[in-house]
């Protein structure tokens, strides 16, 4: 037997006629796509802009809404403000960008209203009017505990267009509010909602209580603050100040001062520079109230001291005193002022900047177990 080398496997049968099938398909399939790309620039080339349909006049409520938007815009102002910083190679002071925020035309003098916190650690500031022209602002007074803070510029009279000012009093939960303002720096934006609630409380920059805050859903976004909350006529019925949201933009809970209290303490920043509080002439402490009032059982402000010659010396009112065997003994507890409960001294400051200087007001207080009211009239303090 010799080595016979095997015969090389048979593979798959080459034919003809399977060859020219797939250049065929290749050729149709190649024909057809620059057949599809021809037809279709052809439609291209001939599609005309659809045919506007005609929709009509706005709704009442949309066109109210834009001439309220016209209005107010004007009066609406934008606010950058600068802090000073020293270069720590050339050892030079300039001037850098610190943050923005909102305002409105208060008066023909060029006064400006905004917050508190939008002016909080700067040292210069610019007040951008609609027309787009800027002026460097002045300082006039401010009023950390409601968070209102009066600007000036010297800006031409045409270009000064004052905010109508309504009321907050007869609010309702339910009406709609308007808020304009720059948030994030764009220029005029303007929200809608409603008046979520009134009466809210919430803490200004020195951590007091600001009474009587209005709760919207409209948006207040960062750069909001300071901007108006109008009322559908146009009238400022608050002052943006505030938001309720873990992001730090608008979660449907945003809060603004109600322009009753804008509008009294306003021309007292004009004319002073400074809020002048009616004084009762008492000297009081929440520590010390909390260590007698709780073994009391009672719920107000221990009295500790009074001023001789105020309006509570007139009144009649004692302070805490010290017996002869060297033991405390306890002045009257204030309860009320005007009406409102005060068992805190930001409860009974607060109370106080709600009257002016002059106002008569009802105080109820406890001595020796026995609850009582007295008159008085508020003065400044000498």
């Known amino acids: 037997m010799g080595f016979e080398i095997p015969p090389p ?38 599609a005309e802009p659809r045919p506007v349909t005609a929709r009509g006049d706005l709704a009442a409520d949309e066109t109210a809404t834009i001439e309220l938007f016209r209005h107010a815009s004007p009066s609406v102002v934008y606010i950058t403000t600068l802090t000073r ?6 050892r030079n002071v300039v001037e850098i960008p610190r943050g ?19 002016l909080e650690g700067a040292t210069t500031a610019y007040v951008t009017l609609s027309g787009q022209d800027s002026y460097k602002a002045a300082l006039v007074g401010a009023a950390p505990q409601v968070d209102i803070a009066v600007l000036r510029i010297d800006a031409p009279l045409a270009s000064l267009r004052p905010i109508p000012v309504g009321t907050s009093a007869d609010l309702q939960v339910g009406q709609k ?12 934006t303007l929200t809608t909602g409603v008046v979520s609630a009134l009466g809210r409380s919430i803490r200004s920059v020195t951590d ?39 992001a730090g933009a608008s979660a449907g809970i945003g809060f603004a001062v109600p322009v009753d209290t804008v509008n009294r303490v306003v ?17 009081v402490d929440d520590r010390v109230s909390r260590l007698f009032t709780e073994h009391m059982g009672v719920d107000g402000l221990l009295i500790l001291e009074v001023a001789r010659g105020s309006a509570a010396d007139e009144a009649g009112l004692q302070g805490t005193s ?58 400044t303090a000498e």
């Not at 509010?177 to 005029?188: E, K, R, T």
């Not at 300071?226 to 400022?236: E, F, I, K, N």
């Not at 930001?346 to 709600?354: G, K, S």
Request: no cysteine; aromatic share 6%; hydrophobic share 40%.
């Open 177 to 188: 509010v308007f808020a304009i303002g720059n948030p994030f720096g764009l220029d005029h």
């Open 267 to 283: 021309p007292q920043l004009v004319a002073h520079g400074r809020v002048v509080r009616p004084q009762l002439g008492l000297t």
């Open 9 to 46: 496997p048979r593979g798959p049968r080459r034919d003809g006629r399977h060859a020219a099938l797939l250049l065929g398909s290749a050729f149709g399939l190649l024909l057809g796509f620059y057949l599809f790309r021809y037809l279709d620039v052809g439609r291209r080339a001939t």
């Open 208 to 246: 007091r209580p600001i009474e009587d805050v209005i709760q919207t859903d409209a948006a207040i976004n960062p750069g909001n603050s300071g901007g108006p909350l109008l009322d559908s006529a146009g009238l400022l019925v608050g002052v943006n100040t505030a938001i309720v949201s873990p």
């Open 322 to 379: 010290r017996a002869p065997d060297g033991t405390l003994q306890p002045g009257d507890v204030l309860l009320e002022v005007g009406g409102r409960r005060v068992r805190t001294v930001a409860e009974l400051l607060a109370t106080l900047e709600r009257h002016r200087i002059g106002d008569v007001v009802t105080l109820e207080y406890l001595r020796d177990g026995e609850t009582r009211t007295v008159r008085v009239t508020l003065r």
């Open 85 to 90: 910083q020293i270069n720590l190679w050339t």
């Open 100 to 118: 923005t925020g909102s305002g409105f035309v208060w008066d023909t003098r060029g006064h400006v209203v905004t917050n508190v916190h939008v």
